[in-house]
C-alpha cells in the first residue's frame, strides 16, 4: 500500500492592522497567498490596512492556501462611529479646582 505525503500545514497569521506591503510579505514568508476582493489593484496597494482577514489567524491551512484580506469595512461593520457627546458629561472644573490660578512666573520663582 502505497501512501501519499501530507502537505504541510502552515498557521495564517494575523494580518489585521498591517499595511499592504507587510501583508503580502508576512503571507508569502509563510508560504500563503493573499487575495483582496474589494481591491483590483491590490498588488500595487502599498499604505492601505488591512480591517478583516479570511481565515481567522491561528487556522491552520495547507501550504499555498489563498487568505482574503479586505481594507474596507463591509455596510455596518466596524468604524469608530460618533463617539461625541459622551453621556454623562464628565464633571466639571478638573484641573481648574486643584490648581490655582496663574500668576506671574518670576514671582513664583523668587520665593
Same mark, same amino acid.
Given at each position: 500500500?502505497?501512501?501519499? @505525503?501530507?502537505? @504541510?500545514? +502552515?498557521?495564517?497569521?494575523?494580518? +489585521?492592522?498591517?499595511?499592504?506591503?507587510? /501583508?503580502?510579505?508576512?503571507?508569502?514568508?509563510?508560504?500563503?497567498?493573499?487575495? /483582496?476582493?474589494?481591491?483590483?489593484? !491590490?498588488?500595487?496597494?502599498?499604505?492601505?490596512?488591512?480591517?478583516?482577514?479570511?481565515?481567522?489567524? $491561528?487556522?491552520? +491551512? @495547507?501550504?499555498?492556501?489563498?487568505?482574503?484580506?479586505? !481594507?474596507? !469595512?463591509?455596510?455596518?461593520?466596524?468604524?469608530?462611529?460618533?463617539?461625541?457627546?459622551?453621556?454623562?458629561?464628565?464633571?466639571?472644573?478638573?484641573?481648574?479646582?486643584?490648581? $490655582?490660578?496663574?500668576?506671574?512666573? !518670576?514671582?513664583?520663582?523668587?520665593?
Amino acid at each position: 500500500m502505497r501512501t501519499t @505525503p501530507k502537505t @504541510p500545514d +502552515v498557521r495564517v497569521p494575523r494580518l +489585521v492592522g498591517l499595511m499592504a506591503v507587510d /501583508a503580502r510579505e508576512t503571507a508569502r514568508a509563510r508560504g500563503l497567498l493573499l487575495a /483582496a476582493p474589494d481591491r483590483p489593484d !491590490f498588488q500595487r496597494a502599498v499604505v492601505d490596512y488591512v480591517v478583516r482577514q479570511y481565515p481567522q489567524p $491561528g487556522a491552520e +491551512v @495547507p501550504v499555498d492556501s489563498m487568505v482574503y484580506v479586505w !481594507f474596507d !469595512f463591509a455596510e455596518g461593520e466596524g468604524g469608530g462611529g460618533v463617539r461625541e457627546p459622551r453621556v454623562p458629561r464628565p464633571p466639571t472644573g478638573g484641573l481648574q479646582r486643584e490648581l $490655582g490660578e496663574p500668576g506671574d512666573a !518670576f514671582e513664583t520663582i523668587g520665593r
